[in-house]
Every structure is written in structure tokens, then in C-alpha cells.
T-cell receptor
């Protein structure tokens, strides 16, 4: 059973457009929600993360929106660039469990010049 | 500071062979874990460790063993390789208890024939 559901599986966006990736979870014990970015042949790298006490977090062109009541969170990439083309994973974990992340299935983003 | 180092990068095994995937980190992180990445399934936790001498099972532990004799090293052993273990394996580490950034290695691509 997938604890974190992610959509869409793939996304094609024009340069300068907005990319939106959505995730949903069921376990209300989750209290940390990171997004990881992965380029081909590389390991995932942390992009941005949020805790459920805030509804939004912004870092540069990347924003996480968090809806605790709906148990959903999303990643918005503003002014998408070709260099943003990568696979994005949402994840969730519980506070006292170290590195025990539950990952979504990933979204392959392609930004067309 | 090399971060998380995994060896080998690529490996082909025959069914029934055993091998050890190596993982080392030089950041003095307490927490280390192993994930496997399969197409359409994201990353799934195999085993994790919260410190030297302490390990536990994740979502998909069957067919794998781990040990943690030092803070730096966390090897993953495949006891009797099966084609279902064909995957990309990632080792990750993080600093402390609670929700903190996980640093991933570059991965080991394993094919079992």
C-alpha cells in the first residue's frame, strides 16, 4: 500500500511556465514533508521541506503548499527552466523515526525551451 | 568531505550469488538507511540504523541483511540474489533524531540474471 500518492507521473511544461506536482497521504502521524529532486544517474537531493504547522513555504522559485485537513501537499515551480528537468519525489516521515521516509512514486518533469 | 559514498556503482550478479553493497559517510551522521528504487514505485526503505550497533527493518527487508559496526559504514548484504532484486540501491544518512535532511549516495545499479 502506497503511503504517499503522487501525481502526475510525468509533466511537460514550457520554459517560464508553472510546474505543479501533487501528493496525498493518509497517516496523520506524518509531520515532515520533504521534496527531493533527482537528476539521471544521481541520488536524490533535498529541494525543500515543510512541517504541518505552516501552510506554505517558499524558497526561491520553489513553493510547497500544505493542506493539513485534506492531507495533501504540492510543489509549485515558478518560472520553470530547462535545468529544472528532473524527477521529483515527495516524501513523508514521522518525527522520531530518523531516516524512515515514505516516498511517492515520482514525477518526471521536462521543461521545454 | 565526500558525503555518502557507495560502491560499486554497477554490478551484475547471477541468481543465487551473494554480495555486499558498501556505504560510507564522513559527516559523522547517526542515522543511515538503505532504499531501493524501482520504476513506478519510488524509493522504498529496506533497512535503517539509528546508530552503531542498532539496526531495524524497513518496508522491504526480505533477502537483505545489514550491520552497523561503526558510525561511518553501513553495508547491505544480499544473501542469495534473485531477479526481483534487480534495482537501483541508495544509501542515505542524516544527522540526528527527528526530521532532518537525508543525504543520498549516487546509487548502485544492480542487475540479477
Amino acid at each position: 500500500q502506497q503511503q504517499v500518492k503522487q501525481s502526475p507521473q510525468s509533466l511537460i511544461v514550457q520554459k517560464g511556465g508553472i510546474s505543479i506536482i501533487n501528493c496525498a497521504y493518509e497517516n496523520t502521524a506524518f509531520d515532515y514533508f520533504p521534496w527531493y529532486q533527482q537528476f539521471p544517474g544521481k541520488g536524490p537531493a533535498l529541494l525543500i521541506a515543510i512541517r504541518p504547522d505552516v501552510s506554505e513555504k517558499k524558497e526561491g522559485r520553489f513553493t510547497i503548499s500544505f493542506n493539513k485537513s485534506a492531507k495533501q501537499f504540492s510543489l509549485h515551480i515558478m518560472d520553470s527552466q530547462p535545468g529544472d528537468s528532473a524527477t521529483y519525489f515527495c516524501a513523508a516521515s514521522k518525527g522520531n523515526t530518523g531516516n524512515q521516509f515514505y516516498f511517492g512514486t515520482g514525477t518526471s518533469l521536462t521543461v521545454i525551451p | 568531505n565526500a558525503g555518502v559514498t557507495q560502491t560499486p556503482k554497477f554490478q551484475v550478479l547471477k541468481t543465487g550469488q551473494s554480495m555486499t553493497l558498501q556505504c560510507a559517510q564522513d559527516m559523522n551522521h547517526e542515522y543511515m538507511s538503505w532504499y531501493r528504487q524501482d520504476p513506478g514505485m519510488g524509493l522504498r526503505l529496506i533497512h535503517y540504523s539509528v546508530g552503531a550497533g542498532i539496526t531495524d527493518q524497513g518496508e522491504v527487508p526480505n533477502g537483505y541483511n545489514v550491520s552497523r559496526s561503526t558510525t561511518e559504514d553501513f553495508p547491505l548484504r544480499l544473501l542469495s540474489a534473485a531477479p526481483s532484486q534487480t534495482s537501483v540501491y541508495f544509501c542515505a544518512s542524516s544527522y540526528s533524531l527527528g526530521n532532518t535532511e537525508a543525504f543520498f549516495g549516487q546509487g548502485t545499479r544492480l542487475t540479477v540474471v
